[in-house]
Nanobody, 124 residues
């Protein structure tokens, strides 16, 4: 079992930045691929970014490419999502999720372990 805890959400003005962290604990901890997803009210859960277990490969949704950066520190069991140039449409609850395979997938159903989420609100 892997436990994930997100932190770093908050309220920010458009154009601002936030840094989200995902801390992992438990069996094999964060030596897995990790992805960030987000869900706005009454909308589906959308893929944001992901990183492979050793951090060698990343992928981003088109909507965040060039603005968000995902990176990890396996020694500290953390994965970070740096979000710059935030827009009101980035407002959502952000979740980190992990799976044991490095094969890329942006399907939330393919990730068995999830954190509780952290709220990001971007005002215009």
């Amino acid at each position: 079992q892997v436990q994930l805890v997100e932190s770093g959400g908050g309220l920010v003005q458009a154009g601002g930045s936030l840094r989200l962290s995902c801390a992992a604990s438990g069996r094999s901890s964060i030596s897995y691929a990790v992805a960030w997803f987000r869900q706005a009210p009454e909308k589906e859960t959308d893929f944001v970014a992901r990183i492979t277990s050793r951090g060698s490969t990343t992928a981003y949704a088109d909507s965040v490419k060039g603005r968000f950066t995902i990176f990890r520190d396996n020694a500290k069991n953390t994965v970070t999502l740096q979000m710059n140039s935030l827009k009101p449409e980035d407002t959502a609850t952000y979740y980190c999720a992990t799976r044991s395979s490095d094969i890329f997938t942006n399907n939330p159903s393919d990730y068995p372990y999830w954190g509780q989420g952290t709220q990001v609100t971007v005002s215009s």
